[in-house]
């Protein structure tokens, strides 16, 4: 591995992910939440160079190719687990997180077990659109866990319902990352079904016979 600077904010971005719940046990609400919005961002703006300076400045490795998509993995699933359980266990989020986490979990599977042939799943650009919608989606929920907890001084109830038309920060911060983390789940699971798709003739098990 070479410590070029795209590399080294993709391992930057890789030990950030368990920073996030951290950020929890640290610190107090709302704090831990404003906390681990600001270091979601940081991680979330460092996906987008290091990718863009390897290819700008012709630095583009295997270990790059290979830890970049680990990086955004370990930081959506472990800041969805994060936010599912400061939610106050909402099933309109859960429901959502649910799909992310598992296709991320089939599509790793699939990619281990194709080895070699995993090069057929390469990232396709709805892919990219779908890193993007989660990390948006996240960086908003967030925002709203930390208002919610800011203005009230607890976290949401169980099965709470807010409105459209509630007339608070928090709710239209939650509302908005509720409806970006649904458009993500959809992504997630389009973009899902289109690995297995590719993936599908080899798991037969007459291919090549």
């Known amino acids: 591995m070479r410590w070029t600077l795209p590399n080294i904010l993709t391992v930057l971005r890789l030990a950030a992910a368990p920073l996030v719940p951290l950020m929890f046990f640290f610190l107090s609400r709302p704090f831990a939440d404003f906390a681990a919005l600001a270091l979601f961002l940081v991680a979330a703006v460092t996906d987008w160079f290091d990718g863009y300076l390897a290819r700008a400045w012709g630095q583009e490795s295997r270990f790059g ?4 998509p680990i990086a955004d993995k370990a930081m959506v699933i472990i800041a969805v687990v994060v936010i ?17 986490l598992f296709r991320e979990v089939f599509v790793s599977g699939l990619r281990e077990f194709l080895g070699d042939k995993a090069r057929l799943l390469k990232v396709t650009k709805l892919a990219k659109w779908k890193t993007t919608a989660q990390m948006v989606a996240i960086a908003v929920l967030f925002l709203g866990t930390g208002l919610n907890y ?7 109830l169980v099965g709470e319902t807010s409105l459209p038309w509630s007339d608070n920060w928090s709710d239209l911060a939650t509302q908005a990352g509720l409806a970006l983390i649904w458009i993500a789940a959809v992504l997630t699971a389009i973009t899902g079904w289109d690995y297995f798709a590719k993936a599908r003739p080899f798991l037969r098990d007459d291919h090549g016979a």
């Open 65 to 68: 190719a290979a830890m970049d």
């Open 150 to 156: 800011y203005e009230t001084g607890h976290p949401p």
């Open 84 to 100: 599912t359980g400061y939610s106050g266990m909402n099933p309109w989020l859960i429901l959502p997180a649910t799909v992310i």
